[in-house]
């Protein structure tokens, strides 16, 4: 029996499913979106795959050809929507995490805001690093963002240090709200390396060239792995 031909695009797309599927929550909502998404680009892969092995002997291998890279060529077009729409559906799910985990870990203005800013102005740097741990550990929202939520120059904390330190806040908060971002952003990057990979394959069906050469080694590894089976068989 002829041993079917699984693209490594194909090999690509269904691991992904197997990591997102243990990854993912079916009752989440925002992981609902996703799977939805990862399914349709996992369905038009497999289409796609299924014209490009299966040629139609009624037609002559350059119409075969053309047919699949006019067809990648339109996958093409429909994989750019399909990530402009996941990379704005992410931004809009990031500003509401965000936003959500600000306003319950009470990380927002408070009375005493100059006051806090003029002190820590005036403490050394080692003072400065024990201030915000403090102020972290306690739980201090308004004081942490009157010194986190104002422009460096203020304060005099790198911008890369004001994300690390609202990020041990948050967690010491709302670890919960964390974890669920941070599980969103992984499932996200599942969507986006389908994307990639889906992307790689349609550059390459739509390129005649490459299609045939492609064609010509899965033939010649098929050949090949029969020739074994056989001699494997013969013992």
Known sequence: MKKAIVSKYQRGMETL??????????????????????NDLCSNMAALETVRLN???????????????????????????????????????????????????????????????????????????KTIQGLIESKDGASLDALLNSPPVLTGILPQDITNYREQYFTAVCPELVKARDVYRDLKSHIDAAIATVETATIEYTDPQKLRDLELREASSVAAQAQLEGVSHGD
């Open 17 to 38: 499913v197997l990591r997102f599927k243990e990854k993912h929550d079916s009752q989440n909502a925002l992981h609902k979106s996703l799977q939805s998404t990862l």
């Open 55 to 129: 040629p139609d002997s009624r037609l002559p291998k350059d119409a075969h050809t053309l047919n699949v890279s006019r067809l990648a060529s339109k996958l093409q077009g429909t994989t750019k929507g399909m990530r402009e729409y996941i990379s704005k559906q992410a931004g809009e799910t990031e500003r509401g995490m965000a936003a959500e985990m600000a306003s319950r870990s009470g990380l927002k203005p408070g009375a005493y805001a100059p006051e806090v800013r003029s002190r820590f102005h005036s403490m050394t740097p080692g003072d400065r690093i």
